[in-house]
């Protein structure tokens, strides 16, 4: 894959310039002669930023999960944005003490990151940890219930309003 911009986005949506993550370390950076990205030695493996929005060339490879913990929620809502690209969009949420969101209007995965709980369904309930994938439709309610002080999951909403249609 080939890299070409001028710019990264980063948390929050301020604008960083191109080699430079929001801790200050190196990221990969556009060779000279416009043939992609090289990779900084000093770098940890961080390319592209967090809140990668659709106007931006570099989509990041890594999204790290302490720069996600980090990031500020959206005005009027109750997650960060951490990435979008086409239809996939992935947040970072970890709601205290209650989890009081409403279904959504697109499917969504959830990857549970920290912390542990029950995950209501519809009619369902099963318990979750971290490492576990959570699946809800578009239009289905659904919530955290009982979680602990440490809960945070990544959110990956994707394909079209309404959901996608039921595989067979």
Known sequence: MVEHA??????????LPLGTRPDGCAQSVPSPGGGGAQRDERS???EGGLNTGPSDDVVPV???LAAARTAPNQPGR???LVLEHGSLEVRYYAPRGA??????T?????VIASGRGSFARGDERVPFEPGDALFV???????F????????????????EGGESPSR
């Open 6 to 15: 001028t710019e990264n986005r980063g948390v929050g949506s301020s604008i």
């Open 44 to 46: 940890d493996g961080w």
């Open 62 to 64: 890594r999204l790290a």
């Open 78 to 80: 109750r997650s960060a």
């Open 99 to 104: 989890d009081p969101q409403t279904p959504h």
């Open 106 to 110: 697109r499917d969504e995965l959830y």
């Open 137 to 143: 439709a578009a239009g289905v309610d659904h919530r």
């Open 145 to 160: 219930e009982d979680f602990s002080d440490d809960f945070g999951t990544w959110v990956i909403f994707y394909g079209p």
